[in-house]
């Protein structure tokens, strides 16, 4: 079975950074686009950054102000998040997902094979 474990998540100050860490077991990370992605309750999941299969390309969205930088370690298989300059809004369950079914990147959708069970990041002002 494939499994993905996010950690990292806790509290934050404002203003500071934040890095989180995904495992994945199972099989070797190189197969999926990886992404992360967060939700805050009443707000549906958005997408925070993916990253291609060998690390080179990452996309990340315009609302996301440039703050997110989603890096991989295959080796380890390992997918990192860094989030600078956090800010109270920041404050979500992060997930970090796999696809292996799309083709090309970016992907017109991230389609998500498997998702980890999400790490809190909470930020206090």
């Known amino acids: 079975q494939v499994q993905l474990a996010e950690s990292g998540g806790g509290l934050v100050q404002a203003g500071g950074s934040s890095r989180l860490s995904c495992v994945v077991s199972g099989r070797s990370a190189s197969h999926y686009l990886m992404g992360w992605f967060r939700q805050t309750p009443g707000k549906e999941r958005e997408v925070v950054a993916t990253?291609?299969?060998?690390?080179?390309?990452?996309h990340s969205p315009e609302s996301m102000e440039g703050r997110f930088t989603i890096s991989r370690d295959n080796a380890k298989n390992a997918v990192y998040l860094q989030i600078d300059s956090v800010k109270p809004e920041d404050s979500a369950v992060y997930y970090c997902?796999?696809?292996?079914?799309?083709?090309?990147?970016?992907?017109?959708?991230?389609?998500?094979?498997?998702w980890g069970q999400g790490t809190q990041v909470t930020v206090s002002p």
């Open positions: 990253i291609d299969w060998g690390g080179l390309r990452t």
């Open positions: 997902a796999a696809d292996g079914t799309s083709h090309t990147f970016p992907p017109d959708s991230f389609e998500a094979d498997y």
